[in-house]
């Protein structure tokens, strides 16, 4: 049974930090590429970043680069979305995805609020 459970997401002040983490199980992590999405209220789901299998290439999206990393712990099936220097706007739902070819694996979503 596939599964992907994201955690670690809350309510933090703007400026402040968060560590996502996404535990897959059910598949061969190793063969997927990763990524972390978000959906706002009102707002389509968007793509946050993105990572190879190997861990060694990486996608961001512009509003996020600089102040988001993403990685994978493929010992552990995990991969980690850091965001600091989080802002209002990256208020949204945290989502992880699987991806090998046309195949798709999501999680439930993790809440993220920016708030002071």
């Known amino acids: 049974q596939v599964q992907l459970v994201e955690s670690g997401g809350g309510l933090v002040q703007p400026g402040g930090s968060l560590r996502l983490s996404c535990a897959a199980s059910?598949?061969?992590?190793?063969?997927?590429?990763m990524s972390w999405y978000r959906q706002a209220p009102g707002k389509e789901r968007e793509l946050v970043a993105t990572i190879t299998t190997a861990g060694n290439a990486f996608n961001y999206a512009d509003s996020v680069k600089g102040r988001f990393t993403i990685s994978r712990d493929n010992a552990k099936n995990t991969v980690y979305l850091q965001m600091n220097s989080l802002k209002p706007e990256d208020t949204a739902v945290y989502y992880c995805k699987a991806r090998r070819g046309g195949e798709n694996y999501w999680g439930q979503g993790t809440q993220v609020t920016v708030s002071s």
């Open positions: 059910g598949f061969t992590f190793t063969s997927y590429i």
